[in-house]
């Protein structure tokens, strides 16, 4: 089964990018539908984007209050998902956590394997 680390996490203000990468062991992730999710305190684990495998077509799909700024894509080559996060917001902020399934969903127990998240905190 795919082991799957994130990285690309930090502090920025906001208007600010990060690239979150979603990095693939032990299994290849091109025939899989790869999600992002993020979580606050308290708060559910929300669904952010989802892509899926060239085999679909590598469709997209973002949650309505990130569409415009943030664009997920994959390398096949390298077996990475990348979510690029551009103009963000304070509302942004939460641990995120990428995901590997077989349904494009942005519901969370719909996906097998899980990374263990990194930290994204804008604020000024």
């Known amino acids: 089964q795919p082991q799957l680390v994130e990285s690309g996490g930090g502090s920025v203000q906001p208007g600010g990018s990060l690239r979150l990468s979603c990095t693939a062991t032990g299994y290849s992730l091109s025939y899989l539908v790869v999600a992002w999710f993020r979580q606050v305190p308290g708060k559910e684990r929300e669904g952010v984007s989802w892509i899926r495998s060239s085999l679909n077509g590598g469709a997209t799909n973002y949650v309505d209050s990130v569409k415009g700024r943030f664009t997920i894509s994959r390398d096949y080559a390298k077996n990475i998902v990348y979510l690029q996060m551009n103009s963000l917001k304070p509302e942004d902020t939460g641990v995120y956590y990428c995901?590997?399934?077989?349904?494009?969903?942005?519901?969370?127990?719909?996906?097998?394997?899980w990374g263990r998240g990194t930290q994204v905190t804008v604020s000024s």
């Open positions: 995901a590997a399934g077989s349904v494009p969903t942005m519901t969370a127990p719909q996906y097998n394997f």
